[in-house]
């Protein structure tokens, strides 16, 4: 059995759901065909019946078009990669999907508890990570962020049993910014490029197919912004590590309807010009997948009246809001958490209807008549 996606996995997959989503749902990306809304797993408390209305929300998620599951290590402290883990053996075990068909995705960065936070953090870290020679308190930043090539290999290999998988599909480095608010730009670049070396071994390896970065802020920030993120120069430092064969193709940020500014702002510098992040992506071969779609559920209601005369043919605000993003130009994938089969199943209706075109999508953005 294949330990990654491929494209003959993803396309059965999508051929699988033909009539059942309409025509969009399913993009292309880097071989890949991956669905145009994703399930996250950041929310939700550290509990066992947490654990179990994830299990159950995977298993339909899966059956009802949704082939991209985003995690991260630090989730629930490892309780969401577990229960992905769990989730996806179970699909595997009874046929009714198949590795190769599924996009995995999970990130590293931040030090991540083991299923509860431990009694004495600054002892549980010491112990964990210093007395065998992962990490030093000199590596951390902001006292929760690392990056270095030995505890991003720690991370990786963690998250890999936590999944009961060989490899992702995508590695994120989570937040890197964060490294920003301690050391110079020089020195942040530098431990960049130290970590895209590490994941470059590790996509040889057979354990991540592609990598990238997940942002909060530092790819939608001005340039003038201390923690702002150059999406151009980190693509040369992949080329200055692996070539132009390099594996960085896939970012994600934040893109709904409160925070459209990959689509609206100009906060990054092409070859001199500056445009949106999402020009950038597209200019520069790089997946951009959308988190927060929903804003972890604040625009599931009350939304303006703008947008339900535009999307009329989607029954509740959470659809409407989704069905924002994902018609987004440049937007991959829109990546919403989804922890109970209602919002599974509410959601995933979106699908059944195409995204919206970009003349529709682009006339949200119109100033409104004068009166």
């Known amino acids: 059995m294949p330990d990654c996606a491929t494209s003959d996995g993803t396309s059965a997959y999508a051929q699988r759901l033909s009539g059942r989503v309409a025509a969009g749902h399913f993009r292309t990306a880097h071989g890949l065909q991956v669905a145009s809304i994703g399930l996250g797993t950041y929310l939700g408390d550290a509990d066992a019946a947490t654990d179990v209305a994830y299990r159950d929300a995977i298993g339909v998620a899966l059956q009802r078009g949704c082939n991209v599951i985003d995690s991260a290590i630090n989730y629930r402290f490892q309780r969401s990669e577990r229960v992905i883990g769990e ?190 992040l999402l020009t950038a992506a597209q200019h520069l071969g790089v997946t951009m997948m959308a988190s927060a779609a929903l804003l972890q559920g604040q625009l599931s209601r009350r939304l303006p009246s703008a947008l339900r005369e535009v999307v009329a043919d989607l029954d509740t605000d959470a659809q409407r809001a989704l069905q924002f993003v994902r018609s987004t130009p440049g937007v991959t994938t829109a990546l919403v958490g989804m922890k109970h089969v209602a919002h599974v199943e509410e959601n995933l209706a979106t699908a059944r209807v195409a995204p919206l075109s970009e003349a529709r999508f682009m006339s949200l953005f119109r100033e409104p008549p004068s009166v």
């Open 87 to 276: 989730a996806l053996a179970a699909a595997f075990t009874s046929g009714t999907t198949h590795r190769e068909e599924i996009v995995v995705a999970t990130k590293g960065g931040y030090v991540s508890f083991d299923s509860a936070p431990p009694s004495d953090p600054s002892r549980w870290f010491y112990d964990t990570f210093v007395t065998t020679g992962i990490a030093t308190a000199d590596d951390l930043a902001a006292g929760c962020h690392c990056m270095t090539p030995a505890y991003l290999r720690h991370q990786l290999a963690t998250s890999l049993r936590n999944l009961h998988l060989c490899c992702v599909d995508i590695y994120y480095v989570h937040n890197p910014e964060t490294q920003l608010g301690e050391v110079s730009r020089n020195e942040f670049m530098s431990r960049m490029r130290a970590a895209f070396a590490h994941l470059e071994e590790a996509v040889s390896a057979g354990q991540v197919r592609l990598y990238g970065v997940a942002t909060w802020n530092g790819l939608r920030r001005p340039e003038s912004a201390r923690d702002h993120l150059s999406l151009q120069a980190l693509v040369r430092l992949a080329e200055d590590v692996a070539g132009t064969q390099h594996h960085f193709r896939v970012v994600q940020a934040p893109v709904n309807l409160a925070m459209p500014e990959a689509l609206t702002q100009r906060s990054q510098r092409l070859d001199g010009e500056m445009v949106s």
